[in-house]
């Protein structure tokens, strides 16, 4: 994170769409407003492509268990110390 802000100069904790990511408990949650967002683009620019939402569910899914997971891990280090 702190390498992409660096090169960008945009602090991606500050988008509004992280703030709504971080609420979501589950992978539904997270799918249901990554698939909003990719309905807005999809009007934007006035196409209809399922590419998009074809690998975004497995992307989701994936992501969140590396996250639980990981999250476990911080979670039994910290007890630990």
Known sequence: ????????KKDLLAHPLAARLEACDSPGAILSILQQQVQELERSIGSSDDKWTKWLDPTVN???ALSATLGEGVGLVRLGT
């Open 1 to 8: 994170m702190k390498t992409y802000e660096k090169r960008t």
């Open 62 to 64: 994936v992501l969140y």
